[in-house]
Structure formats: structure tokens, C-alpha cells
T-cell receptor, first 110, second 112 residues
Framework: DTAVSQTPKYLVTQMGNDKSIKCEQN?????MYWYKQDSKKFLKIMFS???????INETVPNRFSPKSPDKAHLNLHINSLELGDSAVYFC?????????FGSGTRLTVV | GNSVTQMEGPVTLSEEAFLTINCTYT??????LFWYVQYPGEGLQLLLK?????DKGSNKGFEATYRKETTSFHLEKGSVQVSDSAVYFC???????????FGTGTRLLVSP
């Protein structure tokens, strides 16, 4: 069983569209995250949720809205997509021992 | 604030060469330190970690020692293989902040 699973793996869409990326973890972790990896491979945290409560929001544009219906799920909705949103988005979950990452969603905005 | 600095790549080596990728950090308190590896087209995998000063993390022939006096966590491997070609990320976690902070990544290219 995949510990942290993201869907879709690839997403190609036009500017101005709205899209969602889903993430689920079966590790029983309380904390989940979204990270963005840009074209230069730089990884930066976007959001963190602990038990469905937002605890980190790293100056991400309002067009990005995370939603955590329960502690095993953290979805990312993006409104009015822009070219600069093209990146790989990683979901992760953690406990006191460490992080586990999903395999990433490559978003391409054309 | 917390930050991680890695040597710029790419690092290009021949098979069986010795590898060092430098990593230094700035942090308040006593962070845990990690090395993650990203193979082409794949996600991030934990390679090794160390949670306190003088701890040595090791996995798959890779090693790194948590050096508090020099705030470093350099990654080493005695003999690299072509299959080690990947991007390597150094990272720190200050548990109080629950935020994993990454370095910029170092691409390793190993040729036969």
C-alpha cells in the first residue's frame, strides 16, 4: 500500500482554469503538508495542517486554497491558474520520527 | 531563521570515485538533519538522518555525521555507482516549527 498518494501524477491545463490535486496518507500521521518544487528543483513549503487545522501558510497567493476534510486527506485547489504555477507539487505527512513524501504532481500550465 | 546551504552542482564523477556533498545549516535550538534523494522523474526518498550532535546517519553506503561545532552534515560515499545519479537534498527539521527546510539540492552525475 502506498503510504502517501497523490492524484493526478500529471496535470496539463490552460491559464485561467481551476484545478485540484488530492492527497491521502494511510500512516496515521497527524500533520500533512504541501511543498512546491520549481524548475530549478528548489523545494519550498506552502501549507501545513495538523489534525485538520491550518498551522503554516507560507505567503502563498490566495488563489491556492488547501482543504483538509479529515487528518488523512489534504487537497490543494488552485484558482485562475497562471504560467508561473507550473511546478511539481509534493504532498507529505509527518510524525515525530520524520516525513514521508508522495511521488509528486507535475502541473504544467499552458 | 532556519536555513540550509548546499554546494552547487552538478557534481560529476566517474564510477567508484569518492563522493562528498557539503551541507551547512543555520538553526535555533537543536534540529534534526536529513538527506533526501530524488531520482529522475521520481519523488523524494529519505536517504539518512541524524537527530543529535555526533550522530552518524548511514544507508546504502552513504554516510553523514551531525557536526554541531561546524554546523555541518556533509554527505559521503566511498565508491559511487551510475545508479547513484540523482539530486540530493540536505534538510533540517526544528520540531518546534514542524517545518522541514531544504537546501537547494545538488545534482550528482556518475559516468561509467
Amino acid at each position: 500500500d502506498t503510504a502517501v498518494s497523490q492524484t493526478p501524477k500529471y496535470l496539463v491545463t490552460q491559464m485561467g482554469n481551476d484545478k485540484s490535486i488530492k492527497c491521502e496518507q494511510n500512516l496515521g500521521h497527524d500533520t500533512m503538508y504541501w511543498y512546491k518544487q520549481d524548475s530549478k528543483k528548489f523545494l519550498k513549503i506552502m501549507f501545513s495542517y495538523n489534525n485538520k487545522e491550518l498551522i503554516i501558510n507560507e505567503t502563498v497567493p490566495n488563489r491556492f486554497s488547501p482543504k483538509s476534510p479529515d487528518k488523512a486527506h489534504l487537497n490543494l485547489h488552485i484558482n485562475s491558474l497562471e504560467l508561473g504555477d507550473s511546478a511539481v507539487y509534493f504532498c507529505a505527512s509527518s510524525d515525530r520520527v520524520g516525513y514521508t513524501f508522495g511521488s509528486g504532481t507535475r502541473l504544467t500550465v499552458v | 531563521g532556519n536555513s540550509v546551504t548546499q554546494m552547487e552542482g552538478p557534481v560529476t564523477l566517474s564510477e567508484e570515485a569518492f563522493l562528498t556533498i557539503n551541507c551547512t545549516y543555520t538553526a535555533t535550538g537543536y534540529p534534526s538533519l536529513f538527506w533526501y534523494v530524488q531520482y529522475p522523474g521520481e519523488g523524494l526518498q529519505l536517504l539518512l538522518k541524524a537527530t543529535k550532535a555526533d550522530d552518524k546517519g548511514s544507508n546504502k553506503g552513504f554516510e553523514a555525521t551531525y557536526r554541531k561545532e561546524t554546523t555541518s552534515f556533509h554527505l559521503e560515499k566511498g565508491s559511487v555507482q551510475v545508479s547513484d545519479s540523482a539530486v540530493y537534498f540536505c534538510a533540517l527539521l526544528n520540531t518546534g516549527f514542524q517545518k522541514l527546510v531544504f537546501g537547494t539540492g545538488t545534482r550528482l552525475l556518475v559516468s561509467p
